[in-house]
């Protein structure tokens, strides 16, 4: 499915009455009587929970139940035979992801509580960083993301405060891995109005700028638009580079598509996101890909092509959508961009972590697909995408309360599991 790349300019004046909204909450709206999409290109592909747990390959259906009056032709395959296994690495105190740095063989485990803790030689060491004071595990807040500086010598740190508030940090690394607590840097402090949809992701690009996932603030249903307004960082995606620069504690990369639009927040790099917890740069191909949890009925994938600018200016439609069906009525519609994979609440799940493009070798068959898992199902699933365009999706194992599906230094694929489980994919 091909995805235009639009301008802020074309679709900033479809969303621009968003911006003088009265703010209220609203119920959500997931009525059949809704109006046809009207996206940039054509709805997704949809993958009903029902269609999901067939044990038929190839079993094609029809799917009936979404809003936007159109109908799609959907494709499942749970079998017969699995292809992976999930390899214990240890269990640790409510892990949320995993990281790695350049030359070090460690796998830094992200503990919620407020600890990094690195592996090393199948065993946990000492933590390298412990921030408990300022931040405790509580629902959606806590200690959420790592990513570490190319080379190494910088990491990247995603927590809730004491307060309840966002805070992006920058720690020196010391050559044994340890975080050098006197380094510490404020990067962004971000106010939340709840203690939900905090997001929590943060990862080095292909360009070598700093992009961070941040949900709509919380509540439900956006209940005050915040995802479509570029005057608030929340309910976007963000970029930017960590170095100091314009009496700012980072810069702001000059090709970022709002630098130059009047009461715009020049860190934005994409809107309308609801709570993009887990997001990830292809190896191969630099397209960016995220999971966004969705409302009441529907999980989506999100896939930017790079090729078509990795995401820039691009409006992936909450809350005007949710995934590919209408919700709020009095948000503007129109210049959305179609997530590349839907699915229903049901069996298959009801909260979607994330996860990667697989670019290792042990599973050959899962090469180039996008593997991701569930929280309230524990389904890891695979997504095959060729031309931009879905292709089907197979269930490959489950791992209970899933954080985040990972990829190593080599491409290999681990699992997180909120319940304690760190496992390494492995064929099966």
Avoid at 199 to 214: A, E, F, S, W
Wanted: aromatic share 8%; with cysteine.
């Amino acid at each position: 499915m091909n995805r235009r790349h639009h301008s802020p300019v074309t679709w900033f004046a479809a969303i621009g009455s968003v911006l003088a909204i009265t703010m209220a909450a609203c119920t959500s709206d997931n009525s059949s009587s809704g109006p046809a999409a009207t996206f940039a290109t054509t709805p997704a592909t949809t993958l009903a929970s029902a269609d999901t747990t067939s044990n038929t390959t190839s079993n094609t259906t029809t799917d009936t139940t979404t809003d936007t009056e159109t109908a799609f032709t959907v494709t499942s395959d749970s079998g017969p035979d699995p292809l992976i296994a999930l390899q214990d690495l240890g269990t640790f105190d409510q892990p949320v992801d995993v990281a790695w740095r350049s030359g070090d063989e460690a796998m830094y485990v992200v503990q919620q509580d407020g600890l990094i803790v690195p592996v090393r030689n199948g065993a946990p060491d000492s933590a390298a960083l412990d921030i408990t004071a300022v931040t405790s595990a509580d629902g959606e807040r806590g200690l959420l993301g790592l990513t570490f500086s190319p080379n190494g010598s910088l990491a990247y740190i995603d927590y809730t405060d004491n307060d309840g508030n966002t805070v992006i940090a920058e720690y020196g690394v010391n050559t044994d891995g340890s975080f050098d607590a006197g380094t510490q840097r404020v990067l962004l402090a971000i106010e939340q109005p709840y203690a939900n949809h905090n997001g929590g992701n943060v990862t080095i690009g292909p360009d070598g700028y700093l992009y961070i996932g941040m949900g709509d603030g919380g509540a439900a249903n956006d209940p005050e638009r915040r995802a479509l307004d570029v005057s608030s960082l929340l309910g976007k995606i963000l970029r930017i580079d960590p170095a100091p620069g314009d009496g700012r504690d980072y810069s702001i990369p000059p090709d970022n598509p709002f630098v130059d639009v009047p009461g715009a927040r020049p860190e934005i790099w994409a809107v309308g996101v609801r709570n993009p917890w887990r997001m990830s740069f292809d190896s191969a191909t630099g397209d960016l890909w995220f999971g966004d949890v969705g409302q009441d009925v529907w999980e989506e994938v999100d896939a930017a092509w790079a090729d078509e600018g990795s995401g820039r200016g691009l409006n992936f439609g909450w809350s005007a959508w949710e995934a590919t069906h209408r919700l709020n009525e009095d948000v503007a519609p129109g210049g959305a961009t179609p997530p590349i994979f839907e699915y229903q609440h049901g069996d298959l799940g009801c909260s979607i972590s994330g996860g990667v493009v697989y670019r290792g070798s042990a599973i050959p068959a899962l090469t180039g697909w996008y593997v991701f898992n569930d929280y309230c199902s524990g389904i890891i699933t695979g997504v095959e995408v060729r031309d931009k365009a879905f292709q089907r999706s197979l269930q490959l194992g489950n791992h209970p309360n899933g954080a985040a599906v990972r990829a190593g230094p080599d491409g290999e694929l681990y699992s997180v599991s909120l319940g304690g489980q760190v496992a390494k994919v492995v064929p099966a």
